[in-house]
Structure formats: C-alpha cells, structure tokens
C-alpha cells in the first residue's frame, strides 16, 4: 500500500501541468460562457433589466454553461486516462517504466494510476462547483435582484441537471456516478494497454483481442443503457442489477489488467 501512496504522489507531480491547466480551461470556458448569456440577454448594456424569478433563473441557470464545463473535464480525464499508460511505454527511461520491468511493481503501478485518475476526477468536481459560485458572482454584478429571489450559489448548484452529475443529490446516485467513473477510467486503461502495451508477437492475435474487447464493450454499454436513462424512475431490483453489472466489469477489467500486466506486457 505503501508503494501505491508514493507512486500516486509521483503521478500526481507528473500531473500537475495538464490538472492546473484542465482547471484553468474549465473555469474560463464557465464564465466566458455565463458571459455570452449576460451580453446576449441585454444586460450588460442596460437594455434589459430582469425583475421575474423565472426570467433570472433562464438567464443565471443555463445548463450548456455549466455542462459545457462539465463535458470537457469529462473528456480531458477519458484522454489522460490514456496518456497516463501510453507515456511509459513512449519515456523508456522514465521511473515508471522501469518499475514496469518488475513483473511484482506492476500491479501496484495499476492502482497508482487508477487513484491518480480518481483524485484528478474529484479535485474538477470541485473546480466545477468553484465555477458555478464564479458565474453566480458574475451575474450578481448585472442583476442585483438575485438575492431578493433567495437566489444562491448553492442552490444553482443543486438546480442544476447537469450538476447533478458532479454533485448528486443523492447517496444512490452519487454511488452510480463513482462507479460509473471508475467502469470508464478502467475501461481506457484496459484499451490502452492492449494497444501499446500487450507483446507484439502476432499482430493478428492483438488486433483480434482488441476487436473482442470493443465488441464485448458494446454489448456490455448496450445492455446498461436500457436501464440508465430511466435512472429517476428504477425499482430497487434494476438498481441491485445495474451496481452489480458495474461492480463485476470493473473488477474483470482489473483482473484482466492483472494478467496482461503480469504475463503479456511488453517492456
């Protein structure tokens, strides 16, 4: 566990350049956005001024400004999930790589790049709800009525839909989300390590594990879709269903991670 900690510190310095500049990105993506809306609405000119509760609300909760933001931190964090692998096997003198050489360093290489994703993941959570008290702040400047509605930060966090994805209201859809986080990032490990990772001895055989993951994937997306997006309106049963099948996908991929590590990378 002690190796898992200090390679995770040592992932996270490595880090620090795309997390800073992925944050910066996701801020001002926000704001510019909430700042297009206020010009756009009249009210940065004075031409408009907003006196409705509902006429604030469209203008201070439009959802493309805060899932926009959303999105591509979403995205950043899929493509560094793969850069985070890729990047050892292109750096052959990197540390990394040469922990990669000891077949019983491997595995726990996995982990501290998995719990690197995982706190990257939390740490733009959290950039994310900066933002939203940004554009609060912003709009205040342009409709002073804001508090006059009871209109807060925290409660355009929580009306928001597609905050919810970033703040659930609830325990069980905040367990979803986690897990669904770590089905994805482990889902990318698993892709990147069988393209750059997995020997080259037959490009056949590689090509055709690749392709039987993807379709296996397919199937897999395929048959959680059908329950996910009536997510508001699940018995129990569909809930132990859907938490299972994530459970169980994420703990082959780690299996499956295990065994190539182990018996199949090329270093």
Do not use: C
Request: hydrophobic content about 55%; proline content about 2%.
């Amino acid at each position: 566990m002690r190796k898992v900690i200090q390679l995770t510190l040592y992932n996270l310095g490595q880090a620090k350049g795309f997390i800073l500049v992925t944050a910066l990105l996701q801020v001002l993506i926000q704001v510019g956005l909430q700042f297009f809306t206020i010009v756009t609405s009249g009210l940065l000119s004075g031409m408009r001024i907003l006196t409705e509760k509902q006429e604030i609300l469209r203008v201070v909760l439009v959802e493309i400004n805060i899932g926009l933001p959303v999105f591509f931190a979403g995205v950043a964090i899929l493509v560094y999930s793969a850069m985070i692998w890729s990047k050892e096997w292109s750096t052959k003198g990197s540390f990394i790589y040469r922990l990669l050489m000891l077949p019983g360093s491997r595995f726990s290489v996995y982990l501290s790049k998995l719990l690197t994703m995982l706190i990257i993941t939390f740490f733009l959570q959290g950039v994310q709800v900066i933002g939203v008290f940004l554009n609060y702040t912003l709009s205040k400047l342009f409709i002073p009525s804001l508090d006059s509605y009871h209109v807060t930060p925290w409660s355009l966090v929580t009306n928001s839909i597609a905050m919810q994805t970033v703040v659930p209201k609830y325990a069980t859809q905040f367990f979803f989300f986690f897990l669904f986080g770590i089905a994805a990032i482990v889902t990318i490990f698993q892709i990147t390590l069988l393209v750059v990772g997995v020997e080259k001895k037959s490009t056949t055989t590689k090509l055709m594990s690749i392709i039987g993951y993807i379709l296996l994937l397919i199937i897999y997306v395929g048959t959680v879709s059908r329950y996910q997006w009536s997510f508001y309106f699940i018995g129990s049963e569909t809930i132990l269903y859907l938490g299972t099948g994530i459970i169980v996908w994420i703990i082959g991929n780690l299996l499956l991670s295990d065994y190539l590590l182990n018996h199949k990378v090329s270093v």
